[in-house]
């Protein structure tokens, strides 16, 4: 007779239920995230790389100098 008064009082406690539904919901949100993640990742590293090979085409002119200023003309402007 104990064991059913206490499972009896065992499957009226929601306390658990709570905890479950926050566990269910905690899991998806961090699934939707490495959806999200892993469908931005090609194009993230696609943009990085042209970023990297537009930076190395550049060249970096030295102001330092007065005399090879003023012999550097060419800018490039940013479109």
């Not at 949100?29 to 550049?58: C, E, N, P, Q, W």
């Not at 007065?66 to 800018?75: F, N, P, Q, R």
């Amino acid at each position: 007779m104990k064991f059913f008064k206490l499972y009896k009082n065992f499957s009226r406690d929601e306390d658990g239920a709570v905890t479950v539904d926050w566990v269910v919901l905690t899991s998806a949100v961090v699934g939707l995230g490495i959806a999200v993640l892993t469908t931005v990742a090609g194009g993230t590293k696609t943009l990085g790389a042209k970023i990297s090979d537009d930076l190395s085409a550049r060249t970096v002119i030295d102001y330092s100098d007065d005399a090879t200023a003023s012999e550097e003309t060419d800018e490039t402007v940013i479109e």
